[in-house]
C-alpha cells in the first residue's frame, strides 16, 4: 500500500470562533477516537496530522497540501462545518471520511457529502477504508464494525496527539481517558442504552494513570465512559493501586444510582473534584436516579438530599436535566426543578430540551412515525438552539414559556450569589459565576426569550415550528452563515435541509430488502448522551 498523506480532523465546536469559552475551554473537549484513528493509521505506515478544531485555528494552514485522506470526527451540531470542510477537501483533490456521533445519528444524510460514512469503528474498519482510498460519489459507503472495539490504544500511544491539544489550552489542561463502553442503564432517548457495558483492559487505565503522573505535578483527567463507575470496586482497587491518594483530579459522569455515600467518600479520597448526574425528569427514570417509584415533589426532596450529601464531599456537581418531554405536562415540572435548585442550591443546572438525533435511539422511530420530528438545520441540534420533538403536552409558546422562567430562575443573580456561597472550594465558585454570566446562563436567557418573542412575531418562523412548512425559516439560514464565515461558501448545495423521517424509511426498507454490501446498518448509535 502507497504511503498516504492523511489529517484528522476532531470538531469541538460547530463553527469558527474565538470566544473566551472556546480559548479556556474547547481543547478540553477533544474526542478520543479521532486520536485512536491518527494512531492506527500511524501503525499502518501513514503521514498523519491530527487537529482538534477548537474554532481558532485556521485549518488551511495547519494542515499540509495535497491530502490524499481526510477524515473528520463531528457531533451533529458540527455537520454543516464537516460538509462544508468535506467539500472544500474533495475540491482540492482528497478523499473524506466522517466519523463519530453524526454519522452514526444521520449516515443517510452524511453518504451524500463523504466518501466514507463510519458507524462503530474498529481497527479493521480503518484499515479497510485505508486500502481503498477511493471516491465513492454521489452516495458514500457505509462501513461499521459488528461491535465497539474491545481495546483501544491508551493515554501513552495517544500522547503524540493529546499533548500539542492540550498545550492549546492556557489554564487547566483535561487529559481525555476511558474505561468503558456501553451502558446497563435502559433509558430511552440514549443510544448507550442499547449498548452492552464492557469494561476496556484495566491494567492499560493502570499503566496511562501512572504516566500521567510523570508528565504532570497533578494531572486533570476526564472519564469519557458514558457513565462511570458501573464496576466501581474494580475502578477504585485500579486507580488506588496506580495512583497514591488524592494526586490526580477527576471528572466523571456518573447516575446517581452509583453514587451512594461510601462510594461518594472513596471518590472524594481518590481526587474526584467534579461529577455530573443525570436527573432528568422528575416523573421518569427513578431506577437512575436510585427514587425507584418517587415522583413529584417526593422525588425532588430524594435527589436534592442525595445532591446535597454529595457536595459534602465533592466540590463540583452539576446536575443534568431534559425539558420537554413526554412525561411533563404544565407548570409544575419547571416549578419543581426551581424548588429543587432552592433546596440543592450548590448544583450547577444543565438543562437540554429533548431532542431527538436521527438514528440515535429507537425511541425516535416513534417520534418519526408520529411525525413529531421537525427537519431543523443540524447546526442547531445541541440540545439547547432548538428541540426538534414538537412537544406531546405544551404548545410552544406555552413550552418555551416554562424554558424562559426556569432559566431565569436559575441564572438570577440571587442564584448565583447562593450557588457561589454553596460551593466549598474557589475553582467551582468561580467556575459557576462564570458559566452563570457567559452564553450558557445568560446567553440562553437571551436566546429563549428573543425565541418565544419569535413565536408570537416572526410567522414564517411560526409556521415551521408548527409543520406547516418545512421551508427553513430565514432566521436560521442567516445565522448559519454567519456562524460559519468564509466557510458558507463551501457548503453544498441543500446541506441545510436532511429528512427528519430518514431513520423509519431505513428500517422499513431493510424490512422490506436486505442492504447490500459493503453497506451495514446499525441502530447502535452512540450520541450526545446524557448521564
Ligand atoms: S443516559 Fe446515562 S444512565 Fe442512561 S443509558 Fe445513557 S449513559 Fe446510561
Redesign the pocket.
Known amino acids: 500500500m502507497r504511503k498516504l498523506r492523511i489529517a484528522v480532523i476532531d470538531l469541538v465546536t460547530k463553527a469558527p470562533t474565538r470566544t473566551l469559552y472556546a480559548r479556556v475551554m474547547h481543547a478540553n473537549l477533544a474526542s478520543i477516537m479521532p486520536q485512536v484513528i491518527a494512531h492506527w493509521c500511524e501503525e499502518e505506515g501513514h503521514d498523519v496530522k491530527l487537529v482538534c478544531f477548537t474554532g481558532l485555528e485556521n485549518l488551511v494552514e495547519e494542515l499540509p497540501d495535497n491530502l490524499d485522506l481526510v477524515f473528520i470526527g463531528a457531533f451533529t451540531q458540527a455537520a454543516q462545518l464537516a460538509y462544508a470542510l468535506s467539500n472544500q477537501f474533495r475540491q482540492n483533490g482528497a478523499i473524506t471520511v466522517i466519523g463519530g456521533p453524526h454519522a452514526r445519528c444521520y449516515p443517510e444524510d452524511a453518504q451524500k457529502y463523504f466518501d466514507y460514512v463510519l458507524g462503530f469503528t474498529d481497527k479493521k474498519v480503518i484499515r479497510d477504508v485505508l486500502q481503498d482510498c477511493s471516491r465513492h460519489r454521489p452516495l458514500g459507503v457505509r462501513l461499521e464494525a459488528k461491535q465497539q472495539p474491545t481495546s483501544l490504544p491508551g493515554v501513552r500511544e495517544r500522547w503524540k496527539f493529546i499533548e500539542p491539544t492540550l498545550r492549546k489550552s492556557p489554564f487547566f489542561k483535561i487529559v481525555p481517558m476511558l474505561g468503558s463502553m456501553g451502558?446497563p442503564?435502559?433509558?430511552s432517548f440514549?443510544i448507550?442504552?442499547a449498548v452492552p457495558y464492557q469494561p476496556l483492559d484495566f491494567e492499560v487505565m493502570k499503566d496511562d494513570l501512572r504516566f500521567l503522573l510523570k508528565i504532570y505535578k497533578r494531572p486533570v483527567v476526564g472519564w469519557h465512559d458514558?457513565?462511570f463507575g458501573v464496576r466501581f470496586d474494580d475502578y477504585m482497587d485500579a486507580i488506588e493501586d496506580a495512583v497514591p491518594p488524592d494526586h490526580i483530579d477527576f471528572i466523571a459522569e456518573s447516575?446517581l444510582s452509583l453514587l451512594s455515600e461510601a462510594n461518594v467518600k472513596r471518590l472524594r479520597r481518590n481526587g474526584f473534584k467534579a461529577l455530573l448526574p443525570?436527573i432528568e425528569s422528575w416523573y421518569d427514570l427513578g431506577n437512575?436516579s436510585k427514587t425507584g417509584k418517587a415522583q413529584g415533589m417526593d422525588k425532588v426532596r430524594q435527589v436534592s438530599e442525595h445532591i446535597n450529601m454529595i457536595m459534602r464531599y465533592v466540590p463540583y456537581v452539576q446536575a443534568n436535566f431534559v425539558l420537554g418531554l413526554d412525561t411533563d405536562e404544565g407548570p409544575e415540572p419547571f416549578e419543581l426543578t426551581k424548588r429543587f435548585l432552592d433546596m440543592s442550591p450548590g448544583a450547577f443546572p444543565a438543562f437540554s430540551l429533548l431532542s431527538a438525533f436521527g438514528q440515535a435511539a429507537e425511541l425516535n422511530l416513534g417520534y418519526q412515525r408520529d411525525n413529531r420530528v421537525l427537519p431543523f438545520p443540524f447546526h442547531f441540534l445541541n440540545n439547547n438552539h432548538a428541540m426538534n420533538v414538537r412537544p406531546k403536552n405544551y404548545s410552544w409558546p406555552e413550552l418555551y414559556d416554562g424554558i424562559v422562567s426556569l432559566s431565569r430562575h436559575a441564572f438570577s443573580w440571587r442564584a448565583i450569589g447562593k450557588r457561589f456561597r454553596a460551593t466549598g472550594e474557589t475553582i467551582p465558585r468561580w467556575l459557576n459565576v462564570v458559566r452563570a454570566v457567559s452564553s450558557e446562563g445568560f446567553g440562553r436567557i437571551k436566546y429563549h426569550t428573543a425565541m418565544r418573542q419569535r413565536l408570537d412575531h416572526d410567522r414564517p418562523l411560526r409556521r415551521f415550528f408548527e409543520q406547516e412548512t418545512i421551508e427553513i425559516p430565514q432566521f436560521y439560514i442567516d445565522r448559519i452563515q454567519q456562524d460559519l464565515g468564509p466557510l458558507w461558501q463551501w457548503l453544498p448545495a441543500g446541506a441545510l435541509q436532511h429528512d427528519p423521517h430518514a431513520y423509519l424509511k431505513s428500517e422499513s426498507a431493510s424490512v422490506r430488502a436486505p442492504m447490500s454490501a459493503p453497506v451495514k446498518v446499525s441502530r447502535r448509535v452512540e450520541v450526545e448522551?446524557?448521564?
Open positions: 451502558c442503564y435502559t433509558c440514549c448507550d442504552a458514558p457513565n447516575s443525570g437512575k448522551q446524557l448521564v
